[in-house]
């Protein structure tokens, strides 16, 4: 199975700061690559898929980019309901997910 | 409104059985593959099987095959996860999800909220 790591697993910010997280695979996925935000006791959220494409009602403030093994999803301004986990996902063959980033203040 | 709602769960001995529903609304239900996808506490996503939208082709995570099988019903726009052979590490929170492919979006873009699964002495 394909291995999806992100980094870093946690990571402090406040508000209005950008904030960058990190999903490697361990061979090529292309673009089947999506991100999810789950917050406590949720389900997740899809926010972008096939690497760069937002979901419908995600705010623009969500962005990804990536190919290959390479990816990250960014949050241009970080804001107070944005406080999560976030998951990134490989469609390419077996389905993996990463460990998780947690943003916290 | 399109929703996914999750059944069944519950606490069971090791080795017993349960089965999970998962009930669809506000969509075409045989137009979408399913997936189950669980969540053990404290820890991240695992996906666990998928079940084309025909119902006609499944897979299983290994961590389940062969203890596991997804089904669904399209005439009762119903998911299902058959769990035999419990073990302790299956205690989860059993999502089922949403491919939505026939959108073009090859990701899980509608999720149900979840059922509780307690495997336990």
């Known amino acids: 199975d394909i291995q999806m790591t992100q980094s870093p697993s946690s990571l402090s910010a406040s508000v209005g700061d950008r904030v960058t997280i990190t999903c490697r695979a361990s061979q090529t996925i292309t673009n089947y690559l999506n991100w999810y935000q789950q917050k406590p006791g949720k389900a997740p959220k899809l926010l972008i898929f096939a690497a760069s494409s937002l979901h419908s009602g995600v705010p623009s403030r969500f962005s990804g980019s990536g190919s290959g093994t390479h990816f990250t999803l960014t949050i241009s301004s970080l804001q107070p309901e944005d406080f999560a986990t976030y998951y990134c996902q490989q469609t390419y063959t077996t389905l993996t997910f990463g460990g998780g980033t947690k943003v916290e203040f | 409104q399109v929703q996914l709602v999750e059944s069944g769960g519950g606490v069971v001995q090791p080795g017993r059985s349960l089965r999970l529903s998962c009930a669809a609304s506000?969509?075409?239900?045989?137009?979408?593959?399913l997936h189950w996808v669980r969540q053990a506490p404290g820890k991240g996503l695992e996906w666990v099987a998928l079940?084309?939208?025909?119902?006609?082709?499944?897979y299983h995570a290994d961590s389940v095959k062969g203890r596991f099988t997804i089904s669904r019903d399209n005439s009762k726009n119903t998911l299902y996860l058959q769990m035999n052979s419990l073990r302790p590490e299956d205690t989860a929170v059993y999502y089922c999800?949403?491919?939505?492919?026939?959108?073009?979006?090859?990701?899980?873009?509608?999720w149900g909220q979840g059922t509780m699964v307690t495997v336990a002495s």
């Open positions: 506000g969509f075409t239900f045989d137009y979408f593959p």
């Open positions: 079940i084309s939208s025909e119902g006609n082709n499944e």
């Open positions: 999800a949403r491919e939505g492919a026939r959108l073009g979006i090859d990701a899980f873009d509608i």
